[in-house]
């Protein structure tokens, strides 16, 4: 429970956000420890998994996304980097990584050039297993009231990574065959 209370200490002032974000970080928590305990060809941390993905989307309040009462100045796919220096300066190492390792299917320095977006230009993609594990899981579900902890179906997910480019949906789906083939 301290990734919930962890999280909570930044939320205390905005409730609206926080039951949108605890309701969307446990669906996504669900199904990366579901996918952890499934994966035979690596160890893999499940605890952490689980605290990670709690904390995966801490950074959203100093960023701009009125319809999740989140009111920054930072552009919203900006997220996991503000997350990531949140947790780095509590000393969360590890976990700073999920953060800033989780959008899409990681930001490459060609995504953050393009989008001329205010982080610094480093190579953002998820490498070990459990920031895999993550940043896959969390395609799954979006934070649409209503429907926070609906999975989508893996072929409206494919059909989200296309719009972005085939180049992210074949990053998508070699995480997917990763994922789901112990
Ligand atoms: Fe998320």
Redesign the pocket.
Known sequence: MWAETFLERFYKQNRYTYNILLT??MA?AEKSVKIAQGIRFTTVDVEFVYNAAIL??IGIFMTRAERLGCYGRYPYITHGYWGYRLLQSEGLIKYARICQT?VGVGLTIDDIKTMSLPIPLVDMIPLSIEEKIICYA?KF?T?KQGNLAKELPLEKVRGQMMSYGKEKLLRFDELHNLLNCS
């Open positions: 969307h970080s996504v995966h989307d989780h969390d579900f934070k």
